[in-house]
Every structure is written in C-alpha cells, then in structure tokens.
C-alpha cells in the first residue's frame, strides 16, 4: 500500500499502528521517530520490522505516509522540520483528539504543497506506552477522518483504506462537529473522572480516613479514566473550545439534581433515573461495548 511510511511518537497508539502496519504488510518499510530511549528498547524488544532515526532528515524525503502520534503541543515544531524535507505528494496525517485548533495550525505553517488529512481513531486506553500496544487496538472502532475544502478526494480515499486495512469503521466529519461531538463524548468525561477523583481525595483529607480503599465500581470505574496520560489530556482540554461549554451544561444539570434531591422530589428523580438508562441500551445497541454486566470483566 506504501513504500515508506514514518510514525512520530510511538506510545500506546503509535506502536498500535507500527504493529498493525507490520502484520498486514502495509508499507515495505517503517521509520520511527520516537524520543524516549525507553520507548524505543520496549519497541525493539517486540521485533517488528522497522528503522528508528533520530531526527526528521534527508532519510524521510521520500515517505509515502506520516503519521503523527505525539502529544498535539509538539505539531508545531514537528511541521517546521517536515516543511523541510518533504516532497510535495506525501500525506500526512495525526491522530489528535481536538481538530479545530490543528487545522488553524496547519493552514497557518504548512507547506502548501504538503498534503495534510487529520485523523481522529477512537481507540485510546487509560494506559500509555509501547508496552501496551495491540495491532488490533482499531479493530471495529471509529476512526474520523477530517473534511476539508479543497481537499485531494485521492488523498481521502488513501486514507480512508489505510484506516479500514487496520481494521477501523471509518467516518467523516467537518473539524466543528468533531470537536462539539467528543467534547460531551470524551472530554467531559474525562474532566468528571478527574474531578471525582480529586473529589475523593479531599473528603480523605478532610475526614482524615482512608476511604479509597473502600472503592465501589463506580469510583473504581472513575479511577481507570483519570489514570489516563496528563499531558494528552491537558492539550485537549486546552484547546478544544467547546468543553467550556460542556462543563456549563453539566453543571446546570447538576445543579438540577442537588435540587431534586434536597426536595425529596420522588417523581422526577425517577423519571431521571430512568431515562439515563436508555443511554446504555443506546450505546451496545451501537456495538460500543457488550451488554454483559460489569463490561465483560471476568
């Protein structure tokens, strides 16, 4: 499918790809670009069929496809160098959790001979690292490929097969309605999960008992989120816009609910209850988990 293909950064998602490129022969040969010397023996040890380098040089001129897998406040001097070195018919692509702030990035400071498409897989874990990699990581989960005017239609369809080679479901979507959807999708609760967490530990301070120990499925289930990479998830929560909003809704409901229960109102509590559960229903129907009970966990 490629000749050459460079993965910058190579934690859980990044070594997901190189694995999934290695095992379906997608490209003769794999660059990586990763600057942690623990990543890169954890990669080695796994055997996979790549050269690492240590910098954007003359040895990546030629690739056919860039993927970028770092935290998103590295693109800017990434793109610098790739501007650099690149030809004019090589694609890139990223795998960033917030698009609008991207695409102003990229319209501002690339090449405009660079073909740039951004990427959204919706495979992500609370665990980072190579070590935990999987070249199954995409199979039947999302993958958002981002919809641009003036875009190569060629390019999009590259890489939409790219995406459902590895074995995702492949959407398209304007960068907008990306970053409205996973802000109430992802993000928030991402920043609940944090709160909660945070929450629990100030009553153990306050009541000087140690009431973690103690963790029900919920704030177990809780704890499993916030336990995700900080950094990921501070530049998501920097700059997509749209989580200020999320925040405010959620709040108002909360509000909602403080006052239902202060008044003991029995009807609308219930009604409530009730109709939150039909989100669950809603999502296994949508094959996004298994209805079996505590998510399949044996």
């Known amino acids: 499918m490629f000749k050459k293909v460079l993965i910058i950064g190579c934690g859980l998602i990044g070594s997901s790809i190189l694995r999934a ?25 796994i055997k996979l069929n790549c050269k690492f380098i240590k910098s954007i040089n003359n040895e990546v001129s030629d690739v056919d496809l860039v993927i970028l897998c770092t935290p998103m406040s590295e693109y800017k001097k990434i793109i610098e160098k790739l501007n650099k070195i690149l030809k004019a018919n090589c694609l890139i692509t990223d795998v960033g959790s917030t698009k609008q702030n991207i695409i102003k990035l990229k319209n501002k400071i690339l090449n405009k001979k660079l073909n740039w498409i951004s990427s959204h897989p919706i495979a992500g874990s609370e665990v980072s690292g190579p070590e935990y990699g999987n070249k199954n990581l995409f199979l039947n989960k999302w993958s958002v490929i981002i919809k641009e005017k003036k875009q190569s239609s060629k390019k999009i369809n590259l890489l939409n097969k790219f995406w459902r080679k590895i074995g995702s479901k492949v959407v398209l979507m304007n960068p907008v309605n990306h970053d409205k959807i996973f802000s109430i999708t992802s993000h928030l609760p991402h920043l609940i999960a944090y709160n909660l967490i945070k929450t629990a530990q100030d009553s153990q301070k306050i009541q000087r008992k140690n009431l973690i120990q ?85």
Do not use: C
Request: aromatic content about 8%; overall charge positive; glycine content about 2%.
């Open 214 to 298: 103690y963790s029900a499925g919920g704030l177990r289930d809780f704890s499993r989120i916030a336990a995700s990479n900080e950094i990921m998830w501070r530049d998501i929560f920097f700059n997509n816009d749209n989580i200020i909003k999320a925040i405010n809704l959620f709040t108002r409901n909360l509000n909602s609910f403080k006052k239902i229960i202060r008044n003991k109102n029995n009807k609308k509590l219930l009604s409530r209850l009730s109709s939150s559960k039909k989100v669950r229903t809603q999502i296994i129907q949508s094959k996004q988990d298994v209805s079996k009970p505590d998510f399949g966990r044996e």
């Open 21 to 45: 490129i290695h095992s379906k022969k997608l490209s003769k040969k794999i660059l990586v670009l990763e600057k942690s010397k623990n990543n890169i023996a954890k990669i080695k040890r």
